[in-house]
């Protein structure tokens, strides 16, 4: 609140700087740029400044004070907050009905305080502010001050009264006048202050005299009273001092808060910016920038984007992007806060803080012309953003534009060339993990109560249960026959192939006499199946991870798949889950399904393993949690974009290899798609570009075949070995071999997630019901990880059997290497054994 509101000609020396600290400052000579929080005054005579006013108002005056004529023609003009009108005591029973709604104050003038004279202009100007302006050059007491601001009017009081001195007689002490409104209720006189950051955020509870608020306003310095030690300077000792922003009343002048700026370790004795607790949110943020940028190692990432500007201009670009396009809540939240840390460390790089943006923000609001608001060219919907980050959503293309893929020749290639053949798109793993922290975070730490949360948000079903417990309902299995008959034939042939993987045998080695070796196999006891879905039907996932699962052995297979938007599970899933015998189905997906299951909840199992693909959600959230020693939990393999690589000879079938690398291209936009040509002529390379374009345009998901085969690539290889040589390296998730003797050239198959051989062997038949997994390793990873199976539910555990006579043979050999290392008890271990045998 305002109360006291001195009258400044000039803004400039001690006095103005002391006042500004403790409210807003009337200006009678007003010049841009304004201070902060300015009055404006026009007198009388001023008329030929009203193409002024606009401009102060724009430029962040808090209002205008006019007289009535001038104010007469500014009503409509500028908003109603922002004009006070000034009056003498006669001229008030001229002001029209018109004129008093349409400003929010009253500049009162009078010789002396008149309180009736003040009251009865207040009730005509019931819905303003009254100031009272003493149009005297006596003095007033501060026992009629105090009493003109018990009625509820502000004072204002010419700069040339008022003095910093304490002693005087002739001015009133810019302090005395402040706190003149100010009670105690304590019995010691003093007023609680609430000490804040410059931006309001609370640093603690202090106390304030009349002669602490005084040495702060004068010194601009954080200045209080002990109730023990008599005058506390804070930092005096400590260092940590305070520069005082402003120094403001409550609504009932019982308490004072003071906004300052702190320096040194923080305000609290427990060297923290509050006594309330560490900082969070944006002054956090703020307070971890500024000390990264003074202290971050040198190679770090946020070095980086302090020292590279044109590295943190795309990193703003590109959030700015991702923000526009998100969608949900949490989405829009987490895209935001992306924006606002990449906003805020080019701030700090150039010493930008909140304060200083919270001021041009007060200052936009202040605003009274405004611009179109529309955006600039460059921006606008008319014209794609320059260099948008890529993301997983469908652009328009010209339809009638041909579904082509880039054509590329292996010979002559350097090797910079073959490698930007062989890499895939950038995964930012680093960024999605940062991204689904907070989504793990509270699973683990709420439980069911944040997962129904985020599948309500998520996948738009509010649930009353996250789990679904077996024995499972016939009406939640209910499918078609076909349907049925498919998947008992899929699991048949499913089951058959994994069953004969299982290593159910133990394996018994003697290395020497008397030292028998061991290694048997066990199940995994608890896994988690990811399956994606919702609305989409995928029990061929189920049936893929499910299967070895059943066939290894685990105690509890736990299912989880997003529900439909009635909470329901598709019944496809649910009868798969029957089949392989499911311990609970979890309704959730994303991040959150992952984290339930790593850490468990009050209902979801926790599980040791977890399986299945995933959108870049679910997959960031997989690796999180495996590199959490809390969760205890491993994952199956990272996972990527979809991928197929074809090797097409001189016998290959234009129709089929189209159809195959379009069963690929359909999964996503950013699927990967490769054509390794064998010696073609360029008629059979143009058919089955031909076949590509008209088998797509009969895809109901045409629209996204057409950028990802624009993505795609055929390379021109000139013999099998090359072709198989270009293949290994970039070990395809599918291999598909269009070749003539197909099946002699597996042979040299080194790095591949599964093979097709043939051109009776499409990659779906894999993908559905031939027997082999799915789930396949992507993005290159098939170099050092296999696709699931059997024995990735399975682990091996050794053992060992030693008689005394292989003791005999086996420990000096023991004790000499545990001696070469040190470790005595090892040998110990040994040589007590040893000593009670007859050698």
Known sequence: MTRFLPLIDVPQGDLFNALSRIGPVLLSNPSLPLPVNSYVLLDGNASNELDHIIPWLDEGAEKVVLPLASAKEVIGLIPQERLVLLLDAVSVSAVSDKVRNAVSGVLLKTPEIDLDLISSVSTFFSKSAIFVLLDSPNIPSIYNIRSLLQSGANLVLPDSQLTLDVSSSTHLNVADVFLAPLTSDRADGLFPTIVCTD?????????SSIESVRESIITGKGVYQSRKHGLWRKGETSGSTQEVVSIRLDCDADSLEFRVIQHGSGFCHLERQSCFGEASGLPLLEKTLQSRFENAPAGSYTKRLFNDPALLRSKILEEADELSRAETEYEIAFEAADL?????????AHGVGIADIERSLDKKAKRVTRRAGNAKPQWSASKPAPAPAPVPSVTAINPNAPIQMRTTVLEGLSEEERASLLRRPVLKSDEMIEKVKPIVSEVRSRGDAALLEFTAKFDKAKLSSTCVFPPYSQESMKIPLDVKEAIDKAYSNIRKFHAAQIDGSTLKVETMPGVVCSRFARAISRVGLYIPGGTAILPSTALMLGIPAQVAGCREIVFATPPRPDGSISPEVMYVAHLVGASAILKAGGAQAVAAMAYGTETVPKVDKIFGPGNQWVTAAKMLVQNDTDALVSIDMPAG????LVIADHTANSAFVAADLLSQAEHGIDSQVVLVAVNLTSEHLEQIEIEVDKQARALSRVDIVRQSVAKSLIVKATTVEE???YSNDYAPEHLILHLENA???VQFILNAGSVFVGPFTPES???YASGTNHTLPTNGYARQFSGVNTLSFQKHITSQEITSDGLKGLGPIVATLADCEGLQAHA????????????
């Open 765 to 767: 038949c894999g993908d």
């Open 743 to 745: 099946p002699d050239k």
């Open 199 to 207: 931006t309001g955020h609370s640093m603690g509870l202090v106390y």
């Open 723 to 725: 072709a198989i040589e």
């Open 828 to 839: 110990n271990a040994v040589r007590i054994r040893l000593g009670t045998m007859n050698l």
């Open 641 to 644: 974009p979809s991928e197929v």
């Open 340 to 348: 606002i840390y990449f906003a805020l460390t080019k701030c700090t």
